[in-house]
């Protein structure tokens, strides 16, 4: 069973910067997948960033360049690194794990069978 819980999240003005953490009850080589979503009103959910059992991360396009997602020594803290902020980053923002790989890849919310409560990010113009 694993547990997670965001923080970090506010409110920002366009070009600043935020961190999200993710604290993990668990991290094990049990995890298949370890991610941070978002979701805007009125859009679907999507990816930001994942990471891969083997350590291999992936971004949305949207945000390359721009966000960094990491983790601590520990392992057992997923981080996203926010910076250059614009309005169309303003979501609230979710941290996933999977531990039961049902074969969709990283890429897909469907993947995932633990999920945190979320934490808003607004930037404003």
């Known amino acids: 069973q694993v547990q997670l819980v965001e923080s970090g999240g506010g409110s920002v003005q366009a070009g600043g910067s935020l961190r999200l953490s993710c604290a993990a009850s668990?991290?094990?080589?049990?995890?298949?997948?370890m991610g941070w979503f978002r979701q805007a009103p009125g859009k679907e959910r999507e990816a930001v960033a994942v990471?891969?059992?083997?350590?291999?991360?992936s971004y949305a396009d949207s945000v390359k360049g721009r966000f960094t997602i990491s983790q601590d020594n520990a392992k057992n803290t997923l981080y996203l690194q926010m910076n250059s902020l614009k309005p169309e980053d303003t979501a609230m923002y979710y941290c996933?794990?999977?531990?039961?790989?049902?074969?969709?890849?990283?890429?897909?919310?469907?993947?995932?069978?633990?999920w945190g409560q979320g934490t808003q990010v607004t930037v404003s113009s």
């Open positions: 668990r991290y094990t080589y049990s995890i298949y997948c």
């Open positions: 996933a794990a999977s531990t039961y790989p049902s074969g969709g890849g990283c890429l897909n919310e469907y993947e995932y069978n633990y």
């Open positions: 990471i891969e059992s083997d350590g291999s991360i």
